[in-house]
């Protein structure tokens, strides 16, 4: 605030309790040529400025009041502002952190949701890698069968060409022999026949 009210409150209460002294109105009646008060004033600089009696004392004490009832007002209104100024200020602090923790845990987020992301892209990298060997496996075992299968059924066939074959083999050396012997059936009868 620019200016201090505590502090002119104080000068104000001081200046009052210097200007006046309470004493006995007993003592009073003793001075000389003053009026009965129960307040003797401490500094006098001119007759006008004298108190004489308790009214004008009490007058001065109600203006005294009011002055620190406006001042106490005037403090009060300064509290208020001041009062408003740090709650406005605490709520702004307040909505500034927020919003760093609201950022800190966006970050925080965003990170977790990469690391999250790093994780399932590695287990399903790992697998996709056990699924290929799977699938080579699996591809390889049923070339394997295949394979299997056209070797058992080209050996099969190579095995009736064979039995084929030997069977014609075998009719054929039966149709030489055959021929071999009727070939020499036929030499002794024409022999027989040349002997007669």
Do not use: W
Not at 2 to 19: P, Q, T
């Amino acid at each position: 605030m620019e200016f201090n009210r505590e502090s002119e409150v104080r000068e104000l209460e001081r200046k009052f309790n210097d200007s006046i002294e309470l004493c006995e109105v007993a003592q009073t009646e003793k001075t000389k040529g003053r009026a009965k008060s129960p307040f003797n004033v401490k500094y006098e600089s001119t007759r006008d400025e004298k108190i004489h009696t308790v009214e004008q004392e009490m007058f001065r004490l109600k203006e005294m009041q009011s002055k620190v009832l406006g001042m106490q007002e005037t403090l009060e209104g300064a509290f208020g502002k001041e009062a408003k100024k740090m709650k406005e200020k605490e709520i702004k602090d307040l909505r500034n952190k927020y919003k760093v923790r609201v950022l800190e845990i966006e970050a925080m987020y965003k990170e977790k949701e990469k690391e999250l992301k790093r994780e399932y892209d590695q287990k399903l990298e790992k697998v996709m890698q056990k699924l290929k060997e799977k699938v080579k496996e699996t591809i390889k075992i049923k070339v394997a069968e295949e394979v299997q299968d056209i070797k058992k059924t080209v050996e099969k066939k190579v095995l009736e060409a064979k039995l084929r074959d030997k069977n014609v083999i075998d009719k054929l050396s039966q149709m030489y022999i055959d021929l071999k012997e009727k070939y020499k059936r036929d030499i002794q009868k024409i022999q027989e026949n040349n002997r007669q």
